[in-house]
T-cell receptor, first 113, second 110 residues
């Protein structure tokens, strides 16, 4: 089975712009979660989607949003980018997100200048 | 919310040495995973271990759920074991929200 894929792998944006990141889960997995990793805050949960519905959300401002499509692929969007949004964004897929292992993609490294 | 603490934060070993990494968590959890983050940032799954003991080659892990801790053992360490090791727990009733510890940065010297 193919693993979790994320596109793009690297991205450079300017403050104030918006960005969309994409995640394709492992075939058959219905749960996709997003995480932000920064040196100061570590790995923090952004949100989780299951069967096209947001099931849980972390403590991030409304500028961070996401969605999931019927094929379980997910996108996250960050609007009005700030310098502090520079981070590694990781997505994880799981059969159901509850009692099964989560598998991570290679991540998207976002730099905001 | 649930707290996850890993120790030690940093560890330097000579190749061939053994080590034990610890993960404490403050409440009951649905599951627990150990990951190794490679230099490119990808999290590699090591163990899915909500309870009990598992072994995979030179690595093994034990979770004592009733006492809220997990241990990751690395035996005969190699330079390729270097990197950051994360423990992550899944609290009950929070969907797929993994809570990560701050990690243990392991450096294995030749």
């Amino acid at each position: 089975k193919a693993g979790v894929t994320q596109t793009p792998r690297y991205l450079i944006k300017t403050r104030g712009q918006q960005v969309t990141l994409s995640c394709s889960p492992i075939s058959g997995h219905r749960s996709v979660s997003w995480y932000q990793q920064t040196p100061g805050q570590g790995l923090q949960f952004l949100f989780e989607y299951f069967s096209e519905t947001q099931r849980n959300k972390g403590n991030f401002p409304g500028r961070f949003s996401g969605r999931q499509f019927s094929n379980s692929r997910s996108e996250m969007n960050v609007s009005t980018l700030e310098l502090g949004d520079s981070a590694l964004y990781l997505c994880a897929s799981s059969l159901d997100g509850l009692r099964h292992e989560q598998y991570f993609g290679p991540g998207t490294r976002l730099t905001v200048t | 919310g649930i707290q996850v603490e890993q120790s030690p934060p940093d560890l330097i070993l000579q190749e061939g040495a053994n080590s034990t990494l610890r993960c404490n968590f403050s409440d009951s959890v649905n599951n627990l995973q150990w990951f190794h983050q490679n230099p490119w940032g990808q999290l590699i799954n090591l163990f899915y271990i909500p309870s009990g003991t598992k072994q995979n080659g030179r690595l093994s892990a034990t979770t004592v759920a009733t006492e809220r801790y997990s241990l990751l053992y690395i035996s005969s360490s190699q330079t390729t074991d270097s990197g950051v090791y994360f423990c992550a727990v899944l609290p009950y009733n929070q969907g797929g929200k993994l809570i990560f510890g701050q990690g243990t940065e392991l450096s294995v010297k030749p």
